[in-house]
């Protein structure tokens, strides 16, 4: 052997022993715990992990921030074996664009101890197994225990506070989690906004069945984003991630709200751009910025929640609803509340018959008498009564509606404007065409308030506000405002809705609310379609599966639930459901149901598909005008180790179509 060719060699054992060195002092650096507690919710013992920083016993009087970290499907709270193959995406983590080889922790490709090494945190790994279930996680899409993950949380927490040396405030929480696991990291920030300071996603899955068991609901969590307002949120979202169009669909959807909100996207010289925990020194800066720099509590916030009871920003709020739907609390401040009930996400129509208690945080004077005026929003009625507070300053509010706004005041306090709805002047806008924005404006607060100005503002680039500035004159105490309008339009044809914020600044107040504008562009007409009223269809996943109800003749006929299917241009083995939407008067609109069918992707995404209900009296011949939206797969399913975000595309059509009834 040559000189040179020695010690290059030589040269490359000495780098190569250097790294393996680091790679073993940082493993030796930090303590690992894997260890069980008893957990009342679960009834049994669970399993969790704890990354503790090198020097934690050093000094017993430090308390360190903790980042909870949910694995993806396939993981445990402690990884595989080391050498043991692992179909846990976070377990193969390296960072191979920065040149950091480091195997470390007890699993020998898990790097967060190599994070925790060099910061003052625990990470805190809990373990979603669930044994009849296993490799997924979490007990969800769909749920077959009572027992719930999301209602463990908040008892993992208190136990490890309670066990370790924690900064045990929300300033000191945050949590992130992959795959499914960034969908729990979702589902848990969203819940619990005010446990925690900051939330983040690798690659999550946008959506799954959550839910009581009794009462699941297929989220989708690109209609719970007004959950994050005032919650710090970050995703990492891959090149060739097979989650990568939903998860474009999430980053989307988050940045026409008004969020903290960030995306860092990578590509081939990252995992080659695949699904993986990639870049955890990034995430996890940003969670130890956020645990220096905590973001505070909103003074107006807003929740969506699939559970008829739930407790948020100590607000406690209870219902009767025994069906599946969501319970919205928007524009939520000291001045008041709406609230509205969905039977889905994000324009099925109302919960019937609700009634509904909430108590309030203790932002009010203890034991006093506070004025409550209550807008009964569909009917436009409002209400009034006397209300008095606890020792602790909050108020116990009882109400029955499925769309209210509720204000709270003092004799002498100054006039609140809230927005309690908006009117458009057509009923199914379009791309390009002009509509009107009429908002529903009510002064709910204690005196008559003059001089508002009102800005309308767009949140998607694809819209344009043509009159966007109104000046407003009196609005009087307890009366409603009708009067002025914004012009708008549409630029895209494939935006679906159209997020906006209106503002409005009248004395020493600015508020702002926040609203959604649907729209029905159809771009083409669909000419092959077939009508499910109780035939069988072959779909994607659920193969032979009973669609509609009525004679299965394939005709629409009066009295019948009827489904609209088409299928791909690609592929005529399969039938995918529409989501519908029309105004004719003799579709009973508001009795509508909306079915989920499985995709073929992974992803815990479902096809919607309408069924409507035809009137009895439709006369024969008639024609209902549907406008419609489907999507399927456009490249195949090709493997996706091979292909990653290739794989699983999938292409939306809208379209519009008409359907005669026969009788």
């Known amino acids: 052997m040559q000189l040179s060719s020695f010690l290059s060699l030589s040269l490359c054992l000495l780098l190569l022993s250097g790294q393996l060195s680091r790679a073993q002092s940082s493993e030796a650096k930090v303590i690992i715990k894997d260890t069980t507690h008893f957990s009342e919710v679960f009834d049994e013992s669970r399993h969790y992990r704890l990354i503790l920083p090198p020097d934690y016993y050093e000094h017993p009087n430090r308390k360190y921030p903790v980042i909870y970290f949910f694995h993806g499907y396939g993981g445990r709270y402690n990884g595989p074996a080391d050498g043991e193959r692992s179909v846990s995406a976070e377990a193969r983590y390296y960072d191979e664009f920065n040149g950091n080889i480091a195997r470390t922790g007890p699993d020998s490709l898990d790097n967060f101890a190599a994070y925790v090494s060099k910061h003052d945190v625990i990470v805190a790994k809990w373990d979603g197994y669930v044994a009849n279930q296993y490799p997924r996680p979490y007990d969800i899409g769909p749920v077959k225990e009572d027992k719930q993950f999301i209602d463990y949380f908040p008892e993992f927490v208190r136990y490890v506070d309670a066990h370790y040396r924690t900064i045990p405030s929300r300033e000191g929480r945050a949590v992130s989690g992959l795959s499914m696991g960034g969908f729990m990291s979702m589902f848990v920030a969203s819940k619990y906004p005010h446990l925690i300071s900051s939330a983040s996603f690798f690659c999550p899955s946008s959506a799954f069945i959550i839910g009581p068991k009794a009462l699941q609901a297929y989220t989708s969590f690109e209609e719970m984003g007004k959950n994050y307002v005032g919650l710090p949120i970050r995703m990492h979202i891959g090149a060739k991630d097979f989650l990568r169009q939903h998860d474009l669909g999430l980053d989307q959807a988050f940045k026409t709200l008004e969020l903290y909100y960030e995306s860092?996207?990578?590509?081939?010289?990252?995992?080659?751009?695949?699904?993986?925990?990639?870049?955890?020194?990034?995430?996890?800066?940003?969670?130890?910025?956020?645990?220096?720099?905590?973001?505070?509590?909103?003074?107006?916030?807003?929740?969506?929640?699939?559970?008829?009871?739930?407790?948020?920003?100590?607000?406690?709020?209870?219902?009767?609803?025994?069906?599946?739907?969501?319970?919205?609390?928007?524009?939520?401040?000291?001045?008041g509340f709406k609230v509205q009930t969905k039977q889905w996400l994000p324009d099925g129509p109302a919960v019937p018959s609700l009634s509904f208690e909430l108590t309030t945080d203790g932002l009010y004077a203890p034991n006093t008498i506070y004025q409550v005026m209550r807008l009964d929003v569909p009917k436009q009625k409002i209400s009034k009564q006397e209300v008095q507070t606890d020792a602790e300053g909050r108020l116990r509010l009882q109400w029955q509606g499925d769309q209210t706004d509720i204000g709270i005041y003092q004799q002498g306090d100054s006039g609140y404007i809230s927005m309690a709805n908006y009117n458009l002047d057509t009923d199914m806008p379009t791309a390009w065409k002009e509509i009107r924005l009429t908002p529903l404006l009510w002064n709910k607060g204690g005196k008559a308030v003059d001089s508002i100005q009102a800005e309308l503002i767009a949140q998607d680039e694809d819209i344009e506000v043509l009159s966007s500035q109104q000046t407003i004159g009196n609005i009087a105490r307890g009366a409603l405002y009708q009067q002025t309008s914004f012009s708008l339009r549409s630029r895209n044809p494939k935006l679906d809705r159209a997020k906006l914020k209106l503002v409005l600044q009248y004395a020493d107040k600015k508020e702002q609310f926040l609203l959604e504008v649907p729209f029905y562009t159809p771009e083409a007409e669909l000419e092959n379609f077939a009508i499910a009223d109780g035939g069988r269809f072959s779909l994607e996943v659920e193969g032979n599966t009973l669609l509609g109800k009525g004679n299965a003749d394939g005709k629409a006929n009066p009295g019948e639930w009827i489904s609209i299917l088409a299928q791909s241009d690609l592929d005529t083995t399969y039938w995918y459901g529409l989501k519908l939407f029309t105004t004719d008067p003799y579709v009973d609109w508001q009795n509508r149901k909306l079915k989920y069918f499985s995709r073929n992707d992974w992803s815990g995404t479902q096809r919607p598909a309408s069924e409507l209900y035809i009137s009895p009296d439709c006369p024969d011949g008639h024609k209902i005008t549907l406008y419609g939206i489907y999507d399927f797969p456009k490249a195949g399913n090709i493997p996706r180790d091979n292909q990653g975000a290739l794989s699983f595309i999938h292409e939306t059509r809208r379209v519009s179509f008409t359907v005669e009834v026969r009788k």
């Open 264 to 335: 860092w996207h990578y590509g081939v010289n990252y995992f080659n751009g695949f699904h993986n925990t990639v870049n955890i020194e990034g995430q996890f800066d940003f969670h130890m910025k956020n645990f220096r720099r905590p973001i505070p509590k909103p003074e107006q916030w807003y929740h969506i929640d699939v559970y008829p009871n739930f407790e948020v920003w100590n607000y406690v709020l209870k219902s009767n609803r025994t069906s599946v739907g969501y319970t919205l609390l928007e524009a939520v401040s000291q001045e």
